[in-house]
């Protein structure tokens, strides 16, 4: 007689892919309680209450998307639906995005005992995929709310907007104050940085047993260097487009705040820095100098598939707005480089929806300055990775590290980002050999268009589990959203 059932459900023939390993091995994976409780080469079918048969694919960890921006152009509980259906299509089963009081997301300042209460009620019941939030402290009273963040919400990650300073999401504002909603006596600047460090150097000074997942994320970009060179290029007939984009916010921008970051980061002895979203050589050459400069920060390097896949000469254009700006080709191949060398320690779409309607103007489609900044990418960020990075020789385990292991492990999601006993039983089937062209109209997402339109990509998502729930299956989201808050204290 054969025994009960204990499993509750058996993935057979997946050829799964580690962060650790350097093979692919086949294997079936059984699931109990939305964990991986039992992993095997040819478990016995007698085993599990339902069988499901991979045929073979390649099984990634759930992808751990660890910058995106939900509600920041359309209404949060809205977006998360349609969004984190992107997400799921794309085998990305966790979403870290960033939040922030001010204008767009809720359109309110004040506190945020108030604020974030509001975001999770918003949230709850909406997302496809597993979430959690990054926050900005933009007031100052923000900064002596860090510990309730992380003590009553589990936010253990923190943002600064560096280029806020001066200016406003799309370009030059002198209404700040307006622009993020503080009062007219506050300034949102290098000192404010500063002080926020401080904070998280306290908070981790309080629960040392988090000192290795408290941390600051920070986008580089120097606002006084924006100014100055966007009213150069305006009154450059020469350039255009994407170039002139790229031209008006330049890559020695992005390093002069990182240079300027990090020293705030050795000054206050702010332990865990996060450089996002590096566009550049001279960005990433900046980060890299300021790791030897300051060996005892703990720096991670993040890149996009924004930039990894496209650049100035797209001929998306106008869709392909983005801060900071997308680059010429050999910023480009010198960002894949990095990846190559494991100078990058993961990489992200930066997910902002941003409506065709509201992203280009009507009068003038081509202007590029009069163009909303961001765009979303969550569903190519898998398939975007392994089809580049499968060309110049980088391995299926190395992306399974940068895309799921990494970053779960800097942002104290610890039962995320490996296909091993005990974790959370989130996976996506890949077929490695399927070529597709990018189309929005295949797209869950709202946006309506994307920059990636008519690029051809090899490896194609088939299916996503999340903890052991199909909620993607070739072509077709399934059940309703049962993505859960991610409490990382």
Not at 416 to 433: F, R, S
């Amino acid at each position: 007689m054969s025994e009960a059932p204990f499993l509750d459900k058996i993935i057979k023939n997946v050829r799964v892919v580690r962060p650790h390993d350097d093979a692919v091995e086949l294997l079936d994976l059984g699931i109990k309680d939305g964990k991986f409780a039992h992993i095997a080469p040819n478990i016995s079918p007698d085993q599990g209450k339902e069988l499901f048969d991979a045929q073979n694919l390649l099984g990634f960890p759930g992808v751990v998307d660890a910058h995106m921006h939900i509600g920041i152009y359309q209404p949060l509980d809205k977006d998360a639906v349609t969004e984190t259906k992107a997400a799921a299509m794309g085998g990305v089963t966790t979403s870290l995005n960033y939040i922030r009081t001010g204008q767009y997301y809720l359109n309110k300042g004040g506190s945020y005992r108030d604020f974030f209460p509001e975001v999770l009620a918003l949230s709850a019941g909406n997302f496809f995929v597993d979430y959690s939030y990054h926050v900005a402290p933009i007031a100052s009273q923000h900064i002596d709310e860090i510990p309730l963040l992380f003590e009553e919400h589990g936010v253990s990650s923190f943002k600064i907007f560096m280029f806020y300073g001066g200016y406003g999401l799309h370009g030059l504002s002198d209404q700040q104050n307006l622009f993020l909603m503080i009062n007219k006596e506050e300034r949102y600047d290098f000192a404010h940085f500063e002080f926020i460090m401080r904070g998280l150097t306290r908070l981790m000074e309080k629960h040392p047993e988090a000192r290795d997942t408290i941390s600051l994320s920070l986008h580089c970009e120097v606002a006084e260097i924006l100014n100055a060179y966007t009213k150069i290029v305006e009154n450059d007939s020469s350039l255009s487009g994407l170039n002139a984009y790229s031209a008006a916010r330049p890559p020695h921008s992005e390093g002069l705040a990182i240079c300027i970051a990090s020293y705030l980061a050795h000054e206050t002895n702010c332990a865990n820095i996060n450089l996002l979203h590096l566009s550049s050589r001279k960005a990433m050459e900046a980060a890299l100098t300021m790791q030897t400069a300051f060996p005892h920060i703990n720096f991670r390097r993040e890149v996009t598939i924004g930039h990894l896949l496209l650049d100035i000469d797209t001929p998306n254009g106008t869709w392909a707005k983005v801060n900071p700006p997308i680059r010429p080709r050999a910023d480009v191949e010198y960002l894949w480089q990095a990846v190559l060398n494991h100078q990058v320690d993961w990489i992200v779409s930066d997910h902002a929806c941003c409506s065709a309607e509201q992203k280009r103007s009507a009068k003038d489609p081509n202007n590029i300055w009069l163009a909303k900044s961001g765009f979303g990418g969550t569903e190519y960020l898998l398939s975007g990775v392994l089809s580049e990075g499968s060309k110049r020789g980088m391995s299926y385990n190395h992306m399974a590290k940068l895309l799921s292991w990494n970053p779960s492990r800097r942002f104290g999601l610890l039962t995320k980002g490996d296909i091993a006993i005990g974790y959370d039983a989130d996976l996506v089937l890949v077929n490695p050999n399927e070529t597709f062209v990018v189309s929005a109209a295949e797209s869950e997402s709202q946006q309506g268009y994307t920059p990636f339109e008519g690029m051809e990509l090899t490896g194609r998502v088939k299916t996503t589990f999340l903890r052991g729930r199909r909620i993607y299956d070739r072509g077709q989201i399934l059940g309703v959203p049962s993505g859960l808050y991610l409490n990382r204290r």
